[in-house]
């Protein structure tokens, strides 16, 4: 499976990474769903929309105490690093990342579609000002808008329960479905709507379809081409090792 993962990856003209929460796994970050999954400790409730809004003194301390006490001290795997070299080398275009902790950024990748969106940033819920997440200081307290003439409640700028893809990476997202010749997912289920169907609609665009999970998923027996089971550090080791060889 390795050596013909390998020569499709050598042979291919456009190369798109898909990423899901089991390649951040082993960078100390837990997946949602499944089992130790956060849905299976918290209620998915604090990411709705109108719950933020509405029960914020309810939602803002448990978002703060996973995605900024716990997740932002995440670093990038072995897995992060060595994609980030393959784009730099040429090797892939580009990440569509389900993801929000920017750590294919951090590892150096330059171009990573967040498809839902980042905790990097927050966005004004009254005047749409976004602010990086390092100008703000986070209390037990919702942040609010720093423009004086506002001071309307922040929202992390990732997507909640009840909100839309934002634009520019759903369109980029949907181009290279369009225009790959091979999708390497990594780390999904399959599950979560919309992001679920971009490699489908790669593989109906005539795209070969690489798989790395640590067990099969909703694509394996429907889309896949070559699945190679494992953690995806040791599968991007392996694989990095064996284009390195060629």
Request: aromatic share 10%; glycine share 6%.
């Given at each position: 499976?390795l050596?013909?993962?390998?020569k499709?990856?050598?042979?291919?003209?456009?190369?798109t990474?898909?990423?899901?929460a089991g390649?951040?796994?082993?960078?100390?970050?837990?997946?949602?769903?499944?089992?130790?999954?956060l849905?299976?400790?918290?209620d998915?409730?604090?990411l709705?929309?109108?719950y933020?809004?509405?029960?914020?003194?309810?939602?803002?301390?448990?978002?703060k105490?996973?995605f900024y006490?716990?997740?932002?001290?995440?670093?990038?795997?072995?897995?992060?690093k060595?994609?980030a070299n393959?784009?730099?080398s040429?090797i892939?275009?580009e990440?569509?990342t389900?993801?929000?902790?920017?750590?294919?950024?951090?590892?150096?990748?330059?171009?990573?579609?967040?498809?839902?969106?980042?905790?990097?940033?927050?966005?004004?819920?009254?005047?749409q000002?976004i602010?990086?997440?390092?100008e703000?200081?986070?209390?037990?307290?919702a942040?609010?808008c720093?423009n004086?003439?506002?001071?309307?409640?922040l929202?992390?700028n990732?997507?909640?329960?009840?909100?839309?893809?934002?634009h520019?990476?759903?369109?980029?997202?949907?181009y290279a479905?369009?225009?790959?010749?091979?999708?390497?997912v990594?780390?999904?289920?399959g599950e979560i709507?919309?992001?679920?169907?971009?490699?489908?609609?790669?593989k109906?665009?005539?795209?070969?379809?690489?798989?790395?999970n640590?067990?099969?998923?909703n694509y394996?027996?429907?889309?896949?081409?070559v699945?190679?089971?494992?953690?995806?550090?040791q599968?991007?080791?392996q694989?990095?090792g064996?284009?390195?060889?060629?």
């Open positions: 499976m050596l013909h993962a390998t499709l990856i050598n042979t291919a003209k456009r190369v990474i898909f990423t899901g390649i951040s796994v082993e960078s100390g970050i837990p997946p949602f769903r499944g089992e130790g999954g849905w299976s400790k918290y998915p409730i604090i709705d929309l109108d933020y809004l509405n029960k914020t003194e309810l939602s803002w301390p448990i978002i105490e996973l006490d716990f997740f932002g001290n995440a670093k990038p795997n072995a897995a992060h060595i994609l393959w784009e730099q040429g892939i275009r990440i569509i389900q993801n929000i902790d920017s750590l294919h950024q951090q590892a150096g990748t330059k171009a990573v579609h967040e498809f839902h969106g980042t905790a990097d940033n927050f966005i004004c819920t009254k005047c000002t602010y990086n997440t390092k703000l200081v986070l209390t037990s307290e942040p609010l720093l004086k003439n506002c001071k309307a409640l929202k992390p990732f997507i909640f329960f009840g909100e839309g893809i934002p520019r990476a759903y369109e980029a997202s949907l479905a369009h225009h790959s010749d091979l999708f390497i990594v780390g999904t289920t709507m919309p992001a679920s169907q971009i490699p489908i609609i790669a109906q665009n005539g795209a070969k379809i690489i798989e790395i640590t067990s099969p998923s394996s027996d429907r889309i896949t081409d699945f190679i089971q494992g953690k995806a550090t599968v991007f080791k694989l990095n064996l284009l390195e060889k060629q």
